[in-house]
């Protein structure tokens, strides 16, 4: 079992190992937003504070949307991230609803 700490919505949920972000932010309804599911709008960015090395590896589709500099500061998109296993948290920038 892997758990992801979801910062801005502190919360934290217990996971399968190799688990998709996307499906487990669908199960459980955290706020983090997502659009096109296919890493070319960036909706989805998130900050890893904890835990990277048990993110899956990065995709080419974020190797093109965020900058070298983003991944080094540890910024993944959400939309194309697996949990691998362990202990992960994770932030993102809340979106302001009207
Ligand atoms: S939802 Fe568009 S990049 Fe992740």
């Keep these: 079992m892997a758990t992801i700490n979801f910062i801005p919505d502190n919360a934290i949920h217990q996971i399968e190992d190799g688990s998709q972000l996307i499906e487990i932010c669908d199960e459980i309804g955290v706020s983090l937003s997502f659009g096109c599911t ?3 709008c960036g909706v989805c960015e998130i ?3 904890e835990g990277i090395k048990n993110l899956s ?3 080419d589709e974020e ?3 965020l900058l070298p500099e983003d991944l080094e500061e540890g910024m993944r998109l959400g ?3 697996k949990v691998r296993k362990g202990d992960v ?3 993102w ?3 302001k609803k009207t």
């Design 63 to 65: 190797k093109e949307y």
């Design 57 to 59: 590896k990065v995709t």
């Design 79 to 81: 939309c194309q991230v």
């Design 47 to 49: 900050t890893v504070l």
């Design 93 to 95: 920038k809340k979106s």
């Design 38 to 40: 296919e890493g070319t």
């Design 89 to 91: 948290s994770i932030t």
